[in-house]
């Protein structure tokens, strides 16, 4: 059985919490899941985002958040973030392969 | 289980006791846990009652009636005993479909990787053969680019609008909607991708389908837009792979099984078309695209394999005369095929339903 998210919650501490259909548990930071948005523009030309309050901030950018989410069909989650981006289709599959606990990071070698 | 018994009646305890020894064969259950028997009624020695199949074509219905009857009447005190056989097909709802098609219970893919192995027939078929089991069917053409269902179903009324909704088309009492209506004809369609995808958010949430037990899409063959656009919008309930024997269709028919996995779309099943022929004349078989081939194929692969259709010039005939092969009835070598498909193809959905993961719970 491939590992499916069982529940994803979009305002833990920390980030977006997802739990596996295996028992894994993680927290998504906001700014590393914008940063891997899968989507063809974001691909092309990887996204400038702000992890940190910024200290100047009349002008700056808003610190990045996860503002919404759906389901799409039965393979994928689809990510609103409040840079008003919201085209990212997030396989299972990849959402899996970006895991960032360190278990997960070393086994793929990041 | 004699005390009350013994008082010139039985229990309804005993009773669905002795329900516990059948068992549904494809859900691997026994009735009374997966909440089959419904309006139980016990007058003294008389027991009435109702088995609610999760199927309209379950094939094997008269023996698990005629097993009721015969368990129940062993209990103690039983004189009477009145099965009768409804059905209530399952569904799993989700936040997307209950959106877009609250109404309709399951989704259908008819896919191949091929063109021209018989997929909009078995499409049409499909749906006809489940509307005669006693089901509410819709029948949905997402094949933009040859739209074909209207022609397979016969002549009918165009779609109607109704307070900015599409009210479909009633042949044979099957709902349909089809590019083919909203096109002159010798016109094209020549979309690019979000056309495509807005085309299969219209045909679902702008169309009146009413309640459906279930809805069979016709796919264009391939891997493209369309099958993406449709496995994104909703999640299916499943796939049904159309294939020719041959080893090249089965080839291609694989690309559209291995979409599906990538998807997470479960595969009913494979259906093979133009599985044989025999001529009309002599009697004799010839399997001119090689025969089994479908067969093996599921079989390696590990999804059930639904039925073979014979390769008849009968069905061509019906197909264009729009009156689909399968209300010839069982009686045709490839009525009863179109039948059993269904019947199979209404048992794996109803597996399907009962195995389904449910999709991520999401918080704010």
């Known amino acids: ?110 | 289980m004699g005390i009350f018994g013994s008082a010139g009646g039985a229990n309804e305890a005993a009773v669905l006791q002795a329900l516990r020894g059948l068992r549904d064969p494809d859900l691997q259950q026994d009735v009374v846990t997966l909440g089959f028997v419904k309006d139980l009624n016990i007058a003294s020695g008389n027991v009435s009652f109702s088995l609610e199949l999760t199927t309209p074509a379950c094939p094997v219905k008269d023996q698990l009636k005629a097993e009721a009857e015969r368990l129940v009447s062993a209990v103690p005190g039983v004189q009477r005993v009145d099965v009768r056989m409804t059905f209530q097909v399952t569904t799993k709802q989700t936040h997307q479909t209950r959106t877009l098609i609250p109404e309709v219970r399951n989704t259908i893919a008819v896919a191949s990787g091929k063109g021209g192995v018989g997929k909009s027939t078995v499409a049409v078929n499909l749906a006809v053969a489940l509307k005669r089991y006693g089901a509410t069917v819709g029948l949905m053409d997402a094949d933009v680019y040859g739209p074909s269902i209207p022609i397979l179903m016969g002549a009918s009324d165009p779609p109607q609008m109704s307070q900015n909704r599409i009210v479909p088309p009633v042949t044979q009492g099957v709902k349909m909607i089809s590019m083919g209506y909203f096109l002159p004809k010798n016109e094209a369609v020549i979309w690019r991708g979000p056309m495509l995808h807005k085309m299969i958010q219209q045909f679902l949430g702008e169309v009146e389908w009413g309640e459906l037990d279930y809805l069979v899409i016709d796919l264009p063959p391939g891997t493209g837009d369309i099958q993406l656009s449709l496995c994104q919008t909703i999640p299916l309930t499943g796939a049904v792979i159309v294939s020719t024997p041959q080893d090249l269709a089965l080839e291609v028919a694989s690309k559209a099984i291995a979409m599906f996995k990538k998807l997470n779309t479960p595969i009913l099943g494979v259906v093979e078309n133009m599985s044989y022929y025999v001529c009309s004349h002599c009697g004799e078989r010839d399997d001119i695209f090689g025969h089994g081939g479908a067969r093996k194929a599921s079989a390696q692969l590990g999804y059930p394999f639904l039925g073979e259709v014979p390769l008849n010039s009968a069905i061509r005939t019906a197909s264009d005369n729009g009156q689909p092969a399968v209300l010839e009835g069982e009686n045709t070598p490839y009525g009863r095929a179109f039948l059993d498909i269904a019947s199979a193809t209404a048992a794996q959905i109803s597996i399907a339903n009962f195995n389904a993961p449910q999709g991520p719970v999401i918080e704010g």
């Open chain 1, 1 to 110: 059985m491939n590992p499916a998210p069982t529940s994803i919650k979009l305002s833990a501490p920390g980030g977006v919490l997802v739990k596996w259909n295996d028992g894994h548990e993680v927290t998504y930071p906001y700014a590393y899941l914008r940063q891997r948005c899968p989507c063809a523009t974001c691909r092309d030309t990887p996204p400038a985002v702000r992890a940190t309050p910024d200290p100047f901030p009349l002008y700056g950018k808003d610190v990045i958040r996860v503002t919404g989410a759906a389901s799409v069909g039965h393979y994928a989650i689809q990510f609103n973030f409040n840079d008003d981006h919201a085209t990212g289709i997030y396989s299972y599959a990849y959402l899996r392969e970006i895991c960032p606990c360190d278990e997960c990071r070393k086994a793929s070698g990041a």
